[in-house]
């Protein structure tokens, strides 16, 4: 069976380092890795319109509230970030916190879930694309690699084509490509409850996740999208979906 760009889903939780009305925040504080995924939504912008597949951004600073973190995680609304006190969720009132998961968190996990659903109802198969980006340094441990591929080593196909990815992307892009680094792709997120939603078979989610130290330069972020793109198109994908 041959890759089949109509299967493909883009998201990109971490898009944007905005705050809505009412909220303010430093052009310093705002600026920085905890606030957004800086150079994310650049290449899920390429992804979607290589694959012309639906994209789907945050539209608020994760600091509002994590749209990649599961209701009942302490990190869905941070006080601190990684050693920066959070001005607006300070003295947070759970009246507030369920206002934001209404106004900002609901409606985009339902608008993903929903287009899952229909991907795989109409294709048979949903292959769920999530950018991501992470600092090189945290908390003065230093990040060596220059890609993380999130997945969940106990779902095929994700497992087989993710260690195929892994090996293609590398030749390819001659960067340093490790799986389930800097995170696990098992650990809360969204993609993990999408998983729970669905057989394997019917719906592939990784996460891609590029080191900042390459989104001072904008053609190498191209680059970047443009490999993983051309290997994800070339990856076996046989495995029956019916």
């Known amino acids: 069976m041959q890759f089949d760009p109509r299967q493909v889903l883009v998201s990109c939780e971490h898009a944007s380092n905005r705050l809505p009305d009412g909220m303010e925040g430093s052009d310093d504080m705002l600026n920085l890795h905890i606030a957004w995924d800086v150079g994310a939504l650049p290449i899920a912008e390429y992804l979607a319109c290589t694959f012309d597949a639906p994209l789907h951004k945050g539209e608020y600073s994760r600091l509002v509230v994590d749209l990649n973190r599961t209701i009942g995680n302490s990190r869905l609304i941070r006080r601190i970030s990684d050693g920066h006190r959070i001005p607006f969720n300070r003295r947070l009132t759970n009246q507030e916190v369920e206002r934001r998961v209404e106004l ?64 293609k992307l590398a030749e390819r892009t001659k960067l340093v490509v490790w799986l389930n680094r800097p995170y696990l792709g098992t650990a809360d997120g969204f993609l993990p409850r999408l998983r729970e939603l669905h057989q394997a078979k019917h719906y592939v989610g990784i996460e891609l996740e590029v080191n900042q130290k390459h989104t001072d330069a904008p053609d190498r972020l191209t680059f970047i999208a443009e490999s993983f793109g051309c290997v994800l198109k070339d990856l076996n994908w046989a495995t029956e979906t019916s």
């Open 104 to 167: 900002y968190y609901n409606p985009y996990r339902r608008a993903v879930i929903q287009n899952v659903a229909e991907i795989k109802n109409r294709e048979g198969r949903c292959i769920h694309l999530s950018i991501h980006t992470f600092t090189p340094v945290l908390q003065d441990k230093t990040r060596s690699n220059d890609i993380g591929l999130m997945y969940d080593p106990r779902r095929n196909p994700e497992a087989g084509l993710v260690h195929e990815m892994r090996t």
